[in-house]
């Protein structure tokens, strides 16, 4: 059963969280030294100032109730997602998969763009059925009873997908996690998920590096991601004691997801509002808040490594159906060269972007929406 669903948040929530980010005890953080080991706090005192006294959650949630929002129970989680019919007579059914620390926001902004390409300057005939899902244990879904990884994800979302929603085949795109979950779609489901377009890099070949070329690629990677290592081994490893901290600090929160929005996009002078604007960043923090779901949301980390991390197995690659890679040049996770990405896809189109990073959908909406649109064009 699929039941309508619309996002109400109390006043008693919304007060309870704004009077935690306006008592926070800021004589008591020590100078940072500005972003260099973590969130600065000249920024997180600013956007902490605004939140109190200018954000507006209920523009948010307005935007979020502008689309048809649903929730269906599978696996016995309840799953929430937005689902917006194309234009014309044959939209083709799109899947947009989120990831951490995402959430639905991130993609309310380009839904009408691929679901009504005609009032955007582009053809009825491209337009898309867009359906966007919050992860289960994000957001608005409800969680499972212990952690689940990305591929656990990809079975729930192709039984939303066909069996739910009865469509016999569809896209999936997605970036961060929901390029895991495309992936793995793509691998588990090809009948049913017959394209994939991701702007990630986020699996790998069981076989490692083969070439010269993606040997130095490989030691490269791992050198840069030191500096990353510290959320992600703490997020797959004991999700719980960071928990703790988290459900009672909308500060704490802020500060944990505003350091990886700065670090992994594509800004300008070290500027993260030369990307984002503090509504945009606070209105994703806010899902984590208002839902309680900060908690959850860090599981998937935990369930990938049970899942057996990122490598996807061996038989069954490269994976068969037709993929799109966009390679935005700022993606933190550094792409593989081509040579080692066919391994793992069957690559039928590669573009290079000339700006953005990790959080595609918000940072070049437009470039991203075209590109999913020529794919689909292609296949």
């Keep these: 059963m699929i039941k309508p669903f619309k ?43 605004y939140w109190v006294e200018k954000f507006n959650w209920k523009t948010t949630q307005e935007k979020i109730n502008s689309f048809k929002n649903f929730k269906t129970k599978i696996n016995d989680i309840d799953i929430h997602f937005i689902n917006e019919k194309g234009s014309g007579k044959n939209p083709k059914p799109l899947l947009l998969c989120h990831g951490w620390p995402g959430s639905i926001f991130e993609f309310l902004h380009i839904i009408d763009k691929l679901a009504h390409p005609e009032k955007f300057g582009g053809r009825e005939e491209d337009a898309f059925d867009v359906v966007v899902p919050s992860l289960p244990g994000f957001g608005f879904s409800g969680r499972s009873s212990r952690p689940i990884g990305p591929r656990k994800m990809a079975s729930i979302f192709n039984t939303l997908m066909t069996n739910k929603l009865g469509y016999q085949n569809y896209i999936s795109q997605g970036g961060d996690y929901g390029g895991a979950i495309s992936s793995w779609l793509g691998y588990d489901f090809p009948k049913t998920c017959v394209a994939i377009h991701i702007n990630i890099l986020i699996v790998r070949h069981p076989d490692g590096p083969q070439t010269e070329e993606e040997n130095k690629w490989e030691k490269k990677f791992i050198k840069d991601q030191k500096i990353e290592d510290g959320y992600r ?37 070290g500027n993260i509002e030369s990307v984002y604007s503090k509504d945009t960043l606070l209105s994703n923090i806010m899902i984590y808040l208002v839902t309680k779901t900060f908690n959850t949301a860090s599981w998937i980390y935990y369930g990938r490594r049970e899942e057996g991390g990122r490598s996807l197995p061996k038989e069954g690659l490269p994976i068969k159906i037709p993929t799109a890679i966009a390679k935005f040049p700022k993606e933190y996770l550094e792409w593989a060269p081509r040579s080692y990405v066919e391994r793992i896809y069957n690559v039928k189109r590669w573009t290079e972007m000339s700006k953005g990073g990790h959080f595609a959908a918000l940072e070049q909406p437009d470039v991203l929406v075209n590109d999913i649109i020529e794919f689909s064009k292609e296949i």
């Design 7 to 49: 996002v109400n948040i109390s006043e008693e929530t919304l007060q309870n969280i704004y009077l935690k980010v306006k008592n926070y005890p800021w004589h008591e953080m020590p100078d940072d030294g500005g972003w260099s080991y973590g969130t600065n706090l000249e920024y997180m005192k600013d956007i902490s100032n």
């Design 233 to 269: 081994t703490q997020q797959a490893t004991k999700p719980q004691t960071l928990s703790y901290s988290m459900m009672d600090s909308p500060v704490g929160v802020a500060a944990w997801i505003i350091e990886k929005m700065r670090s992994w996009s594509d800004i300008e002078d």
